[in-house]
C-alpha cells in the first residue's frame, strides 16, 4: 500500500520513519513540504521515497497512493483533509483537526457517504502505559469510576513565536489529555472549570497565553477529572495518571531508559522519565499507524475518529472559556 506524507517537519519525520521501518505491507512513496530543504530532501530520500515535492497536491493527483498523512501545521488540516477526501485519500490527520468547531464539521460532512477512513493522531491511546489503564477501567477492575487524574507536564517550553500560532494551551498541549480523559473514563466531557497561571515564561503571558493550568472536569457518570498541566518540569516529560474508584485504583508512571536504581550513601536515586514525546512515544506512534493502515488494507473502523478529534477541540474551546469567565461551562 502506497502512502504519502504532508508536512515535513518534526512528526512527519516520525511517521516516515515508522512506517519504513516497522509497517509491513505499506511505503512512503512521496512527501510534500512548501519550505522542503536540501537536507531534509536528502534524509526522506535516504527512506527510498520516490517522490519529493513542495506541493502536496502531486500527491493527491497521484492514483497510486491509498493514504495520506496530513502532518503540516495545524492551520493547513481541515482545508487539506477536505481535498484529500475528494481526491479519494484515506486520511491520517495530526492533531488537532482545526481550532475552530465549525472547520471540523466541514471535514465530518465532506466524509459522508465515502468509504474512506479517516484517523486523528492521539498517539497517547497507543501508549502502552496508558492502554493497560484503559482496559482495567474497561473491565471493571476498578468498579465505577470516582475520580481520574492525569499529569501532563513537558520538560521546556516551546518558542514564544510557536505559542502565538498554537492555539494556546488547551488547544495545543492540554488536547491530548482532553483526549486522554474521554478515553480512560470511556466518558464524555459534562463540564469543565479551569484555572491557570503564568509561572514559566513571562513571554507566554504578554502573548496572552498560559504556561501551567488546572482543569477540573466533571463526566457523564458524575465521576470527576483533574488535568494538570505545566510547559516546564525540571526532571523531564511527565506523564503519569491514575484511575479511583470503588473497588480500588490504577496508576500508571513514567517511562526511564533504564530501571536501574543506585543506592548509595547519599540516598536511593533511579533514572528521569524520557525527556520528550519523540523519546516516550516513539512505540506509540508506530502501533498508531500500524492501525490505520491494517484499517484501510481490511477495512476496519479507525480507533480514533473525526467525533473524536471534534470533542477534545470542545473540551478545549470550553476550558478556554471557562479560564476567561471564571465558571464552571457545560458541554452537554
Ligand atoms: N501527535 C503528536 O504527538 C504531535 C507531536 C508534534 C506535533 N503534532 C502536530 O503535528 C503538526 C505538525 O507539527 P510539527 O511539530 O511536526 O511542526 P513542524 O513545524 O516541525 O512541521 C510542520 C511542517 O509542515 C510544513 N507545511 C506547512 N504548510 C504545508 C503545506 N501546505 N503542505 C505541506 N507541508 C506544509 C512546514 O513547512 C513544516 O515543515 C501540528 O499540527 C502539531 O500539533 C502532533
New binding site residues.
Partial sequence: MKVGI???????KVHLESISRYVKGAEVAAM????MSKDTAEYIKSFGVGKITKD?REILADKEIQAVLI????D??AP?SIEAIEAGKHVFC???VDHDVDNILKVKSALEGKNLKYQV?F?RRFDHNFSAVRRAVKEGKIGALNVLKICSRDPAAPPVNYIKVSGGIFL?MTIHDFDMVRFLSGEEVESVYAMGGVMVDEEIGKAGDIDTAVIVMRLKSGALAVIDNCRRAAYGYDQRAEAFGELGQIAVGNDTSSTAVLSDKDGVTSEKPLYF?LER?MQAYVREISEFIDCVQNDKPVPVGIEDGLQAVKIGIAAKKALKEGREIRLI
Avoid: Q, V
Fill in positions: 504532508i508536512g515535513a517537519g518534526r512528526i512527519g510534500a513540504d512548501p519550505f502536496y502532518c503540516s501545521s495545524t493547513t488540516h487539506i495530526e492533531k488537532p493522531g498517539n495545543d514525546f512515544y
